[in-house]
Nanobody
Framework: QVQLVESGGGLVQAGDSLRLSCEAS????????MGWLRQAAGLEREFVAV????????AYAESVKGRFTISRDNVKNTVTLQMNSLKPEDTAVYYC????????????????WGQGTQVTVSS
């Protein structure tokens, strides 16, 4: 019921900042919890951040806590991941995702996915 398109990925140096955006189209964007997940080469897809339907609750992976911030705008139908103090280990394809359940959990289980955007951090 929702289609997601990510943008904002690129090649940066360690310590730099980057902002990823996800634009959603479809029905009832505000009814979905929204998340960002990533998959590094050769590794499993992992949870990064999630935000509740109204934006009142957020959760982060321990590896990004304090550096990344997830936010959403239910009027513009967008979700953003602000990434600061980037590290080489942040290099991955980043996916925007939506879940029908309103439960905020640190898991990679989502119902709808974007195509992904590459983030590469050099040392």
């Amino acid at each position: 019921q929702v289609q997601l398109v990510e943008s904002g990925g690129g090649l940066v140096q360690a310590g730099d900042s980057l902002r990823l955006s996800c634009e959603a189209s479809g029905r009832h964007f505000s009814s979905y919890a929204m998340g960002w997940l990533r998959q590094a080469a050769g590794l499993e897809r992992e949870f990064v951040a999630v935000i509740s339907r109204s934006g009142g609750l957020t959760a982060y992976a321990e590896s990004v806590k304090g550096r990344f911030t997830i936010s959403r705008d239910n009027v513009k139908n967008t979700v953003t991941l602000q990434m600061n103090s980037l590290k080489p280990e942040d290099t991955a394809v980043y996916y925007c995702a939506a879940k029908e359940s309103g439960i905020v959990t640190r898991t990679p289980q989502y119902d709808y996915w974007g195509q992904g955007t590459q983030v590469t951090v050099s040392s």
